[in-house]
């Protein structure tokens, strides 16, 4: 046990002053820099998974771990963020209005869970209606779309009003469900102006199904209109839609990424 420490000690000696400890230099090199399996190219960084992969790796933000509403405000400076928190969950309150994060965030990974209800009432977009609004502009949609018909840029997963999810990939009301996104935000040409020289783009897992792969955003999410991109800063908070019906949200995370 103690020859162990003391090898991994040294190897972590050798590797901090830069001596080559496994890798060649005599390769051609990447675009990145450095060689092909070049021995000094960075080692990522040492982070914990979650105990199940749902669960946030040690360096995720958790922005709702069941027991309150610290993270989250109003959307409305002058309201109380007043969803309800019971039973280790997020529940939107009909005409309660949209909520937000209190931190702002760009390029991220996103982890919810969401469940509609399970006594259904309603069709269409009326029934089990929420949404998760990247950047308070980019909606991915929450609905029950489990038997339940609706035009199909409108239903569970898709960008809404943009791009469909690839597949219907929905549990039934009532049932636990999961979004693991990964998103890029777009970059516009300088402040203030609604060209973008980079666009956004999603990538949407719904329970664990990708049904957006890397989709290429095409604007602000709009009803009844294309959308158009307009100018909005770096970072902004991450908002989940109040659309009247009862929905329940436990689990969620975020892990900001670079652009
Ligand atoms: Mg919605």
Redesign the pocket.
């Known amino acids: 046990m103690k020859r162990t420490i003391l090898i991994l000690v040294g190897l972590g000696v050798i590797c901090t002053i830069g001596i080559p400890v496994d890798g060649y230099q005599d390769t051609p090199l990447k675009p990145n820099g450095y060689h092909v399996h070049d021995e000094f190219e960075p080692r990522p960084t040492v982070i914990t998974p979650g105990k199940t992969d749902d669960m946030p790796p040690s360096d995720a933000i958790v922005l709702f771990d069941g027991s309150n509403m610290d993270q989250w405000e109003h959307i409305n400076p002058k309201r109380k963020a007043d969803w309800q928190v019971a039973d280790g969950l997020l529940a939107s309150v009909d005409k309660a209005g949209y909520i937000q994060t209190k931190q702002k965030f760009g390029s991220m990974q996103f982890h919810i869970e969401w469940s509609t209800p399970s006594e259904v009432k309603g069709s269409s977009q009326g029934r089990g ?3 998760v609004f990247l950047m308070g502009t980019y ?1 991915i ?3 029950d779309s489990y038997n339940n018909d609706t035009y199909p840029d409108g239903q569970a997963s898709a960008v ?1 009003g943009q791009k469909k999810p690839d597949v219907n990939a929905s549990r039934g009301p009532g049932q636990w469900q999961s979004y693991d996104i990964i998103f890029h935000r777009p970059i516009f040409k300088a402040e203030g102006s609604n060209e973008v020289v980079k666009p956004g783009t999603v990538t949407v897992l719904h329970n664990g199904v990708l049904v957006q792969d890397h989709w290429v955003i095409e604007g602000v999410t709009n009803h009844k209109q294309l959308a158009k991109y307009r100018y909005h800063p770096d970072a902004m908070p991450i908002q989940l ?1 109040d ?1 009247g019906n009862p929905v329940h949200f436990r689990n969620i995370w975020v892990r900001p990424l670079p652009d």
């Open positions: 209606n929420s949404g909606e949609q929450v609905l809404y839609q659309h």
